[in-house]
């Protein structure tokens, strides 16, 4: 048997399907992963040093700066087919939810499933001082093409500088949203884990987890990053043309 027949099997057995997903499904949709090379105004920075609370001490415009711009780019790319494939599976009749790695909004985007960011999300800034989540007017969140250097707003509450709602280098995930994936990806009966590098700890640790939980977990990767489990299937590929195809043959 191939490995689409045997995703196959697995899923007529399947009610709750849990998509864990990382940059590898971004990608599909044009933005950039980590290890591309910056273009334009940001060329000369390293990503690394601009996500972390000591950047934003030391030169807070600068990280507000590459923040709106990032929020900006990842606006104007849209859902891939990938992101598109994950809201078949619930419209299929599956009971969906995604834990994503992103930051972006596509899966969002992509339809209405229930979906946990672990690292944070860029939809909303959150102040520096207080955490408290804050709304960017239109004004606020718009930047001049050639524009680096932003002051980051101040917080209404506690006139604090906001800084974006993500997971900085050095900091530890959010529990409440660890705890909720956690009660996701051990209850469902299939993970598929899409475009992950499986570096980034602990959110690589999930696959194995599912399969201690009895999941069928269902790699869907550019490059083998199977673990060696019997209950684990390998479609080598991106995201954007293996989903479709594993839906096409249900
Ligand atoms: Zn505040």
Redesign the pocket.
């Given at each position: 048997m191939n490995t689409i027949a045997e995703g196959i099997q697995a899923l007529k057995k399947a009610k709750r399907l849990v998509f864990f997903t990382g940059a590898g499904i971004s990608a599909d949709s044009g933005i950039p992963t980590y290890r591309d090379p910056l273009k334009g105004l940001w060329k000369k920075h390293d990503p690394s040093l601009l996500e972390t609370s000591k950047a934003f001490r030391e030169n807070p415009a600068l990280v507000w700066g590459w923040y709106l711009w990032r929020r900006e780019q990842w606006g104007l790319a849209q859902p891939s087919c990938g992101h598109l494939a994950i809201n078949r599976f619930s419209e299929m009749g599956f009971d969906v939810s995604v834990v994503t790695q992103n930051i972006d909004d596509l899966h969002e985007r992509a339809g209405p499933q229930q979906v946990v960011h672990l690292h944070g999300s860029l939809a909303k800034p959150k102040?520096?001082?207080?955490?408290?989540p804050?709304d960017l007017s239109a004004k606020q969140a718009a930047i001049a093409d050639d524009a680096a250097l932003l002051e980051p707003p101040r917080?209404?509450?506690?006139?604090?500088k906001l800084r974006p709602d993500v997971v900085w280098f050095e900091e530890k995930l959010p529990i409440d949203i660890w705890k909720k994936a956690m009660a996701l990806v051990k209850s469902c009966d299939v993970l598929f884990s899409v475009g992950t590098s499986g570096i980034v700890m602990p959110a690589a640790d999930i696959p194995a987890i599912a399969l201690a939980s009895g999941a069928t977990v269902i790699h869907v990767n550019i490059a083998d990053v199977s673990l060696g489990n019997p209950n684990e299937l390998m479609l080598i590929g991106r995201a954007a043309d293996m989903l479709p195809h594993l839906l096409s043959s249900l």
């Open positions: 102040c520096f001082a207080c955490h408290r804050a917080c209404p509450r506690c006139n604090g």
